[in-house]
DNA sequence: CGCGGCGTTGATAAAGCTCAAACATAGTGG
DNA sequence: CCACTATGTTTGAGCTTTATCAACGCCGCG
């Protein structure tokens, strides 16, 4: 049962328990059994890449947890108008947040992608019996809560190349959580226009944001989707916002390379 | 309803079942018997303006539904750096997220507060025994994770003055439907430094965004804590993001006046 | 009465958006 | 296999908004 990939799994670090042995990795909130259950009121769904899975405003049967793929869920107010993508989700994460009976975003297949989708109405009889299940939701959406938050913290900030920063400690972080460990490469699976669109702005800000990052030797992209950070110093301090990363990171000879190996610094 | 104050009040909105007749309406979680169970594993805190209620980072051993007074929830990665407040809770609210057993932002008392005091040890146990409580905390997340998201759809918009029509907005719909009716004015319960934190804006943006809106005849400040919207058309048109203040407002005078959409389309 | 925080106003500079065109990369059908 | 189209990415030039820095008025408070 444990390789069988027939059954839904629901991803999540700790919150409120604190489990030093295990800090910041995920685990599965589900057991075999609660998952077990859950598949058998779940259905499959299969989606490929630009498909609509559900739309912000049509009424809400079901959630889905997605199993493999990669999903945008996002917010549109006006078609045409501006989109912000709220979160990336994957494999163990939960999408299809209602309100008052209808789904408050929308969501798309940014490729192929499958998931256990689960009416409403079982899910609440379910809960109604299964104080795990309960729990288990609890526990994710607190999760969900922390990247919103998150994410808003990456939106507030001004610079660009900050915001990327930002956004690819995120991702190796999730990448290190879901895998044990720190890869060597973060890989971002989405194109630079959903970045664009999770960041707020342009998909050419976001070009020229990566390469002030890499003039500034703080990360090296090998593509469009797999980068390497150089400089770890500079990389986390861009990330909590104490300098700015046109003028500072090259002057940073004074303080900074002291704990971790520089490759090379000040090539200016 | 009840004209106890002496148990805690958990306030959202519905969010999968659908409810036609009070759509919109904050509804208490609790039921007067959970409330009561609460409430006796629950201290009463008090706080004055300024005072610390949590710090982020520190053990996480309560969380607290706020009873009266502003609380503002907070970030700041780095001391002297920019903060960026996440939320500004009042009664009803519950505040205290925590990530592997410590919290995940800080806490302060914006004016007077006083609060219910929930150890989670004795919050879990209860928990483990309540399924009601489980169910509205819940549900009470749910609020918070679409009050986060609306955060961020509001920090990705560009203009100051779309930002500040957003966040008066949201202030107008959180009363309305705590009060059961929409105000005649929007109470702004924070300094504007509060707000420039929580839009990531300047103190001085927002005085020139508020100048705008009126110049441009959307909105009235009585003074600058109570707002009356005037032209709820094309408040709601900023709000939607249809439509740039500044350009549109200033290109007026010579269309002659007429309040036009210019939206844009990707036709080519 | 002086002090410190907040709010407003004013100049300057920097960063990103808009617009637009060149470029790369698929996917498709001949 | 190749043109051909559609989509995504990069680059460039001009314009707008806001951050920054500063000064000043206001208010509460010691």
């Not at 609660?34 to 630009?50: N, Q």
């Not at 959406?141 to 990247?147: C, F, P, S, T």
């Not at 990330?239 to 190996?261: C, E, I, K, M």
């Amino acid at each position: 049962m444990a390789n069988r990939p027939l059954a839904p799994k629901l991803i999540a670090t700790r919150a409120w328990v604190p489990g030093s042995a295990d800090a910041g990795l995920s685990r599965s909130l589900l057991s075999q059994e609660e998952a077990a259950k859950l598949a058998t009121i779940a259905t499959i769904s299969r989606f490929r890449r630009g498909d609509t899975i559900y739309t912000a405003g049509t009424q809400a049967d079901a959630v889905y947890i997605i199993s493999s793929g990669l999903v945008k869920v996002f917010r549109q107010d006006q078609p045409g108008s501006q989109i912000l993508i709220f979160a990336f989700a994957l494999e163990g994460d939960i999408i299809g947040m209602a309100d008052d009976g209808a789904y408050s975003n929308s969501a798309t297949a940014a490729n192929n992608v499958t998931a256990y989708r689960i009416p409403i109405k079982s899910l609440r009889s379910r809960m109604l019996s299964d104080l795990g299940l309960d729990l288990a939701l609890l526990a994710k959406l607190v999760h969900e809560l922390r990247a919103s938050q998150r994410h808003a913290f990456i939106l507030s900030e001004r610079l660009v190349a900050n915001k990327i920063a930002m956004f690819i400690e995120m991702l190796e972080q999730d990448q290190a959580s879901r895998l044990g460990l720190t890869p060597e490469e973060v890989h971002l699976p989405m194109s630079r226009r959903d970045m664009a669109e999770f960041l707020a702005a342009t998909p050419a800000a976001i070009t020229r944001g990566f390469k002030t990052l890499e003039k500034a030797g703080i990360l090296r992209c090998r593509d469009n989707h797999h980068v390497a950070i150089l400089d770890q110093a500079g990389f986390t301090q861009l990330v909590n916002g104490s300098l700015h990363p046109g003028g500072d990171v090259a002057t940073r000879t004074r303080n900074g390379g002291s704990r971790l190996p520089l490759k090379r610094s000040g090539s200016r």
